[in-house]
T-cell receptor
Framework: QKEVEQDPGPLSVPEGAIVSLNCTYS??????FMWYRQYSRKGPELLMY????GNKEDGRFTAQVDKSSKYISLFIRDSQPSDSATYLC??????????FGRGTSLIVHP | GAGVSQSPSNKVTEKGKDVELRCDPI?????LYWYRQSLGQGLEFLIY????????KSGLPSDRFSAERTGGSVSTLTIQRTQQEDSAVYLC????????????FGQGTRLTVV
């Protein structure tokens, strides 16, 4: 079993839909949880970072961490075609290098 | 510069040749990471630098791969005797923290070995 599991998709949704992207993990020591967005032929760009459990909101994006279930989510409200990209989750324990998921390809069609 | 800069953007090389990939991190970032991303795959960790030292080289796939960092800034990833399976996008990231919680990535170097 990989430390971080992420469905590669693709996930195709209509414009305006609420998108839910998820990752599961096995290492209970993980405390830092990140979401990156990667457009085609570009490097990943940090979207959100959460420490420990709870929710964090930034505009149309909400990150949730459920440490009891070892499950993290990224919600995108009112999705736009410009949100079409690959979304990678990453997580790390204190003092350790982060581990990345494979990424989920999201397509938002007009 | 304002961001992480990598060069070249694209590199096509013949099998068996050596290649050097360069990363200029954000000024002041002490942590620097190299990753490899193959088509449809996630990020494969290669090596981590804290300052000029590399406390974690565990991801380097073989002894054909090496990396160095000088002056706590620029890093070079060298691949000797390239093989076709080395074809991938090589990404560099820098951060002010080891946990990479606010890492910034370069645009990557797309390496093709023919």
């Amino acid at each position: 079993q990989k430390e971080v599991e992420q469905d590669p998709g693709p996930l195709s949704v209509p414009e305006g839909a609420i998108v839910s992207l998820n990752c599961t993990y096995s290492n209970s020591a993980f405390q830092y949880f990140m979401w990156y967005r990667q457009y085609s032929r570009k490097g990943p760009e940090l979207l959100m970072y959460t420490y420990s459990s709870g929710n964090k909101e930034d505009g149309r994006f909400t990150a949730q961490v459920d440490k009891s279930s070892k499950y993290i989510s990224l919600f995108i409200r009112d999705s736009q075609p410009s949100d079409s990209a690959t979304y990678l989750c990453a997580m790390s324990a204190l003092g350790y290098i982060p581990t990345f998921g494979r990424g989920t390809s999201l397509i938002v069609h007009p | 510069g304002a961001g992480v800069s990598q060069s070249p953007s694209n590199k096509v090389t013949e099998k068996g040749k050596d290649v050097e990939l360069r990363c200029d991190p954000i000024s002041g970032h002490t942590a620097l990471y190299w990753y490899r991303q193959s088509l449809g795959q996630g990020l494969e960790f290669l090596i981590y630098f804290q300052g000029n030292s590399a406390p974690d080289k565990s991801g380097l796939p073989s002894d054909r791969f090496s990396a160095e960092r000088t002056g706590g800034s620029v890093s070079t990833l060298t691949i000797q005797r390239t093989q076709q399976e080395d074809s991938a996008v090589y990404l560099c990231a820098s951060s002010s923290r080891r946990e990479n919680t606010e890492a910034f990535f370069g645009q990557g170097t797309r390496l093709t070995v023919v």
